[in-house]
């Protein structure tokens, strides 16, 4: 036995060096060691051997991922056998032998062409672990599904697990630019390699979609939103083509985004008019070529007449002339057209949380049948806290598509641990009572609400080519949660933090627990130290990195903090009652009530709604000004309680991501003082009161914080 | 048995796994498993602990290797002791007992203050292995040499090694910017994280150290020579500290470009003129800033009145001017200035190649001590193959600092399989006459030829935070060369390869032997499809990527193609005898001689130095035609002959590294073509002969190669 000891800790010892490096790659497809003798007998025992039914890319990347699952949890290979007891059986649903596809039946009716059905069957007369569903891809999702049981170490017994898709484009946004620059980018260079396209296939591509189809993510849009007319060429549809050949067996679609004057720059008319002929079929032709290559193309996203690119109206025409004219290109091809509702104007004195909505909601019905409208979950820009848009419910004739921000913009980059799927969840659980309560967003965007096929939700990716993907080992999380909510906006974020943790650290509890509650508590602490009461946009200039709440010199109304605060001697926040801007009118009536008062507005939100002043009597019956700088400082000190948390954890955490992790929320915590201070100490020239006593010494007066200067602050 | 077979074959499988993707990034640290029990036995034979004599950061991080090499080589660490049998003693000479320290007198003498000492002796009466040096840092240059002979697999038996660097400083140029975009740099984003230091310390700054200590490198220039002020502001400068410190233990000081103009753009003076007393103490006064964070700062490199920079030449002042106020500022810390030669005027209409000796000879002896004038290799620009820099050798009382380029911006990219070392030593090793015969360029550069204390050599980085740190994995080679030249310039290249293959890849004789083959002809090859026969700087606008021999519209005469070649209807070449710019006056008599008439200039030098008509009968009676074809086709044929010898390889390789070169080869073949192709074509119209019937027909029209648009192609 002293042998086997021997070669034990030599294999640990291995393990330990050949993984180092590797764990921040893996993102939650770690497939950790089995070490507990019974579940490993467990799962032994119930699977001995695989079978394959049918062939196609898709099963063997399934099969394939068992195969690095197995290695990774046991230290071999599930072998392939042809019949027998206690067999994986992988296929779908038209694959299986008549008998059993009948005595399946109801559970067939249970799931969609993605879905999958993980179920114990006699199988040939044997005991067997049947992963089916109507499609291949639904089969890939099943064993993702299964693997994942295993690494929460869930027993293998009496499986009867069935589960589909609720909405159907489930798409990342990837707002990368042709010379691999990512705006709003925090973690290194695009992962797309345009140089070496088509010709160089890097695994980092097999790996993006391996990690995307484990959480049911079925389409990527590859290029930025502010769009580069050149990706529509041939040579570039080519580059496209051999992106899309690697997802394909993943069941991921590319898409690209559209500029709309592409006519003109690349097809040399004179207008991009979208009602002039020759634009219509000029982008009917490009539909047409880019089909010939990928006959599975996503479609187009499209920012049109937003923030200087061009659109529509350049033509006098409306954003349904425009999405129309697209959709009517790819609809022969089963494309989509996304189309952003993230349109306001400079000439236009309007609020801009209003613009959208008065922009958009005439146009309810009008859309083709294959345009998405994707919409922001706030009406400003993806602010660490926001009411739900009022677009949503607001268009009950329209397929609405969420777009959440995964990528850390305004909150605090690739440096800030700031846990997003309760950011999404608290969006997704509003209730918009357009029909009735609990009319929630999440109706609206999985279309139960008012009974809609197409169905989206998008996030912007936080994805670079950082060794470990997003550069923040917790900005993995992000992604992983925007994925599973994609799939089911019902998820609570809580069991998404717990699965993540499992399955990118370790299963001990006494890791998970804290962990998760520091993860759940992440959002809110980032809010109170950045944008308290519903404080929002108030980040320096281009970059938004750190507080600029003076800025006010921007050449556009609508870009300048105080153009969102409003602080003056009487008070501070945006009146948007009807006194004000009246936004609230944009919401149906029991929230437009119940917000036009502040005694009756949630704290969250109040100064998004509410002009007040600085003495306002709070519901704990301190001034408003106390209440703004007790957040702000239980901001900072939230953040050293994770800074606590986190190091009681390095016994669980291999080193690198531990020193990671340590070092990056020392950099929050810098940063929420710096965000507390120069806040405090710019409100205060206004409020004219004294700062409460809990509040520490500023380390700079407001003149060094407002002539900081970080001109490459990344991510523009 | 079968037991320990089990769990043997688990642990190659562990090791598949895990270490797949970590290849690349280990470089030729792989310290592969020593499989063969000979070696194996010999090995653990001769060392069986370790003894570390005294204590410092760098003799931590040399023990620190040897247990990492020791897990990797055997899988168990390297046991601490403190006497006995088979030691391996790490200590530099002082730490030595008295009588060890008598013995080892004349092995002392050997070496000097960088160099190490690897011998048995006997130690506290044991047969020890001996590492020691006068320096910490020459112990752990020691270390990694002891580590490279177990990598190479030699055996250990009577070990009575010794090796000093021959030049002093070894340092490698980042041409990094501060937004993390790499100038000529084909391999990502900068490793720099500018935004995150001093706060985030990656693995990736350690990682680089180790490789570059294990080679001999002991400086970085971070920032790029076209340079940007604010790296030499409070706060950036905290962030270099962060990297000094990280780098210190490993031997490596840091350097910064110093942008001309600073004092205007950070210091506020209204001039940079280097004899103004204000400019003078703002130099002084920074680099007093600069050492009171990082003592062992290593200094400053310029680029100064050099395509657009500022510089001396601004106020009517000289490089020498402009060189010493900086030495002077940097001199009483023990800084140097690296103040580059690359220098041409648009306004100058003499031969570019002539321009760097015209202006800086004249100052011969008169810049300060401290000062080291950096040549590129050529008098052009870092082309696939250039006559040595006339230069070298023509100011004795200079020492001048060689300037490779490690990234290929000429040269590839880092798509091209080009084993550099060989043109770095076909530089090294030319003769430039001006001391008799034998004055060699690496006399000139390693200071015995004119008796210079100060020497150095500069290699432009390839490196980014790719992966595998340099894009193709075959660019490591060039790194790796770099280095180890850097540390001795007179290495044989053939060398250099054979050891860098069986440190990244398998000593495997089938697998080094054709490979060392075919990196060494690499070099030639490349030389062949791009520029035979002494063309040059045919490349297309601003990225230099592809064929661009028509290229004539640029604002300045000297950056475009037809300047370099200057083909008519009459022949071809830049004529720089006493006919035509008279270049060939700038070299010692015995070459200028030489070279003067076309029959005598080495072919490879040809039409570098005369204009020759197309029907001119070379050496092997054919015409210059029909020879520069035949150079474009055999460059061709030659990469198809480099795929098919890597074809062969696929058993040696692990499967990353080997499709990645499969496809990186496939491309270079299909731009091989592209040079050929599209140079003959245009050629041609001048030649009006016809095509050898060996040249297949071209894919394109000279009109499809002129009309390519490649707008994103990177490292602008």
Redesign the interface.
Known sequence: MK??KL??S??T???A??????KG?DLWLQYNKITDAQLQKNYLNKIQGIKILGNSPTLNVSAEEMQ?AW??FF??ELPEKNSGENILVLGKMDQLPQQLQKNLKSDFENINSEGYIIKEVKFEGNNTILITGKSHIGVLYGSFRLLREMQLHNKLSNLDIYDSSKIQKRVLNHWDN????VERGYA??SIWD???LP??????YTNYARANASIGINGTVLTNVNANS?VLTEEYIKKVKALAEVFRPYGIQVYLTARFSSPIENGGLETADPLNEEVRQWWKDKADQIYAEIPDFGGFLVKANSEGQPGPNNYGRSHVDGANMLAEAVAPHGGIIMWRAFVYSEHDPEDRAKQAYSEFVPFDGEFADNVLLQVKNGAIDFQPREPFHPLFGAMPNTPLMMEFQITQEYLGFA?HLVFLPKLFEETLEEDTYVNGENSTVAKVIDGTLSNKKLTGMAGVANIG???NWTGHPFGQANWYGFGRLAWDPYMDSGDIAEEWLKMTFTNNEEFVEPMKEMMLESRETVVKYMTPLGLHHIMRTGHHYGPGPWVSNLSRPEWNPVYYHKADSAGVGFDRTSSGSNALEQYADPIAEKYSSPETTPEKYLLWFHHLPWDYEMKNGKTLWYNMASKYQEGVEEVEDMTETWNNMEQYVDE?RF??VS??L??QL?EAKWWRDACLLYFQQFSNMEMPEFIPEPAHTLEYYKNLK?????GI
Chains 1, 2 share one sequence.
């Open positions: 042998l086997k070669i034990l030599t294999l010892l291995f393990l060096i050949n993984s180092f490096s590797q790659y690095t290695k990774s230290g071999k042709l010379d691999r620059t290194g260079f345009w140089h070496l010709d160089l296939i890097k695994p980092e050149l440096t080519n950082e060794r690198e020193e990671k070092m990056l020392q950099i810098k970080t001109p490459y602050a990344p």
